[in-house]
């Protein structure tokens, strides 16, 4: 069969948390300026209740509010494609299957969290979000989840990003967000990074400072992340939960999971369900993340106390890091280029039981188009990096002869990407 699909009825009605079933427990975010484990009630000037309270459940599984189910029921369940086509070209005995998230409007696996957290914000009052975003995945998102519950999207985007990739701003303004290149002359950090220097073309940390400075102000705004925090890697388990369910109609069950890593969380919705498995003993399944190999968060990260931002605003939080000050090169996969990972990816990666690959960005490139001129989706330069250590693991089970199931995320579509494809193509793409 090529392609699994499920049935509207089966989305699943909860989410995944691995939190109670950690080797040992997640070490607490510290209060920024104490240094002390944070009070919940300091997290209350940026993030609603039932957030800060998943974020520290000790429930396994978290019901999805019907409100919440209603907006997936727009694009999910998403589609289990087996790769017959590249299973062929790369001539491997593997079988190789993707959950495909690039079907959700805008394009990528992140309004799997974007939509709760405008639901849980718009239900405790809140009337505007702030959100910083580098190329515009995020943001987008958290402006088609904003408008289902009338809540005010304002975005910091990364100023280089801001003029070049003008799409994904024009999406964010058709969803009716407002969107501001960062560093602006707006916010306290934004004026002080200006002040010292003017062409200064902004970084992921630098959004999310001004963001949370803005959050803090106002007592009817709250600050919303895409990614690295244990209720974004929550919601994400959707993705998981359903492919469990759609590897079962074909009676398989993975032996490799795959995804790319940015802050960790398409990988981790994906991966932790299937974790789940493999800490109670009933699976020795390998995971692998894979990050780019100029922002090499797990692989030369050290696991450490860090914050989030540039300037210092937010909780520290125990996790891999290249340094809140690291600014990553500029590569076409933006959504990649932060200099954190999630806790709960940095503690099963430091645990053993997950692994880490970093991959260079031309030869992430190669194995986009041989997937896109196989499968025929035209993936995401993120996603792609996952498709690269894919293919790397299927050319092996063809020297060995083994016929192991892998699984991957193909986190997104790139066609909003295609100057990036075009640089490749031109052969003007270097690592
Ligand atoms: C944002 C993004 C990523 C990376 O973020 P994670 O939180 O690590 O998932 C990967 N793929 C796509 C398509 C993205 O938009």
């Known amino acids: 069969?090529?392609?699994?699909?499920?049935?509207e009825s089966e989305i699943p009605k909860q989410w995944y948390n691995i939190l109670p079933d950690l080797p040992s427990p997640l070490d607490p975010p510290l209060d920024p300026e104490t240094k002390q484990p944070i009070s919940p009630e300091k997290l209350k000037a940026l993030f609603p209740e039932e957030l800060i309270q998943q974020e520290m459940s000790d429930k396994r599984w978290i019901d999805i509010p019907p409100e919440v189910l209603?907006?997936?029921?727009?694009?999910?369940?998403?589609?289990l494609?087996?790769?017959?086509?590249?299973?062929?070209?790369?001539?491997?005995?593997?079988?190789?299957?993707?959950?495909?998230?690039g079907t959700a409007p805008p394009g990528s696996h992140k309004p799997n969290t974007a939509v709760p957290q405008a639901y849980y914000?718009?239900?405790?009052?809140?009337?505007?979000?702030?959100?910083?975003?580098?190329?515009?995945?995020?943001?987008?998102?958290?402006?088609?989840?904003?408008?289902?519950?009338?809540?005010?999207?304002k975005v910091y985007m990364v100023k280089v990003s801001y003029l070049q990739k003008p799409y994904r701003r024009v999406l964010m303004e058709t969803w009716g967000a407002k969107v501001i290149p960062s560093p602006s002359p707006y916010t306290k950090s934004g004026r002080e990074i200006l002040k010292e220097d003017p062409d200064n073309p902004g970084s992921l940390g630098i959004a999310i400072s001004e963001a949370v400075e803005e959050a803090l102000e106002n007592s009817d705004t709250h600050y919303s992340l895409g990614s690295v925090l244990n209720h974004v890697l929550l919601h994400q388990t959707v993705i998981g939960l359903e492919a469990k369910k759609q590897l079962a109609k074909v009676k398989h069950y993975p032996d490799l999971i795959i995804g790319s890593v940015g802050g960790g969380s398409n990988f981790g919705g994906l991966a932790l369900p299937f974790m789940?498995?493999?800490?109670?003993?009933?699976?020795?399944?390998?995971?692998?993340?894979?990050?780019?190999?100029?922002?090499p968060t797990l692989t030369k990260g050290r696991?450490?106390?860090?914050?989030?931002?540039?300037?210092?605003?937010?909780?520290?939080?125990?996790?891999?890091?290249?340094g809140h000050d690291f600014i990553p090169p500029s590569i076409h996969a933006?959504?990649?280029?932060?200099?954190?990972?999630?806790?709960?990816?940095?503690?099963?990666?430091?645990?053993?039981?997950?692994?880490a690959v970093a991959v260079p960005q031309t030869e992430v490139f190669k194995a986009a188009v041989d997937f896109a001129r196989t499968e025929g989706i035209v993936p995401a330069p993120e996603s792609a990096h996952a498709v690269k250590v894919v293919i790397d693991e299927a050319l092996k089970c063809r020297?060995?002869?083994?016929?192991?199931?892998?699984?991957?995320?193909?986190?997104?579509?790139?066609?909003?990407?295609?100057?990036?494809?075009?640089?490749?193509?031109?052969g003007e793409l270097s690592d």
Not at 1 to 7: G, P
Not at 400 to 414: D, M, R
């Open 1 to 7: 069969m090529k392609k699994i699909i499920l049935e």
């Open 70 to 79: 209603d907006v997936y029921a727009i694009w999910r369940p998403t589609p």
């Open 81 to 101: 494609i087996r790769a017959v086509n590249l299973e062929e070209y790369l001539d491997t005995p593997a079988k190789i299957y993707y959950k495909y998230e």
């Open 121 to 153: 914000n718009a239900k405790e009052g809140i009337k505007k979000l702030t959100t910083e975003t580098g190329a515009g995945q995020w943001g987008s998102s958290l402006a088609f989840a904003g408008q289902y519950f009338g809540v005010e999207v």
């Open 276 to 295: 789940l498995d493999r800490l109670s003993r009933d699976s020795c399944t390998r995971f692998i993340a894979v990050e780019p190999a100029s922002c």
């Open 303 to 322: 696991y450490d106390y860090d914050f989030g931002d540039t300037v210092g605003f937010t909780p520290l939080m125990k996790m891999h890091t290249l």
């Open 334 to 355: 933006g959504g990649l280029r932060y200099h954190g990972m999630a806790p709960i990816i940095s503690k099963l990666y430091d645990e053993g039981l997950l692994e």
């Open 399 to 426: 020297q060995t002869g083994e016929q192991k199931v892998i699984l991957f995320n193909l986190s997104g579509h790139g066609l909003l990407d295609l100057m990036a494809y075009q640089k490749y193509l031109e």
